[in-house]
């Protein structure tokens, strides 16, 4: 009943910028922390970044600086705005979620189905 779709992906060389979006959508109640994750190839996933419900951030330190998250609470949207970006950025990125569904006390993690950024001349 929850849908996270992300949308901003691209090709980019480096040093450029790309932002990413990842809208909310379905039965929810309230959306508590959100982050970004991203897997490159023959990686395993990582956390990129996340922000809580009371906007505290934390970032990956191969990140910090140059990216930024982001949410607008009214949409259920959040963002990544990703600048000086590196070819070692590629990689597929996820965001995430937890979400508590209208009529449920609990809270679960969400995610998205991904999208591709790829920084290369």
């Known amino acids: 009943q929850v849908q996270l779709v992300e949308s901003g992906g691209g090709l980019v060389q480096p040093g450029g910028s790309l932002r990413l979006s990842c809208a909310a959508s379905g039965n929810i109640f309230v959306i508590n922390a959100m982050g970004w994750y991203r897997q490159a190839p023959g990686k395993q996933r990582e956390l990129v970044a996340r922000i809580t419900s009371g906007r505290s951030t934390n970032y990956a330190d191969s990140v910090q600086g140059r990216f930024t998250i982001s949410r607008d609470y009214a949409k259920k949207t959040l963002y990544l705005q990703m600048n000086s970006l590196k070819p070692e950025d590629t990689a597929v990125y996820y965001c995430?979620?937890?979400?508590?569904?209208?009529?449920?006390?609990?809270?679960?993690?969400?995610w998205g189905q991904g999208t591709q950024v790829t920084v290369s001349s």
């Open positions: 995430n979620a937890d979400i508590q569904l209208r009529g449920s006390v609990w809270s679960n993690p969400y």
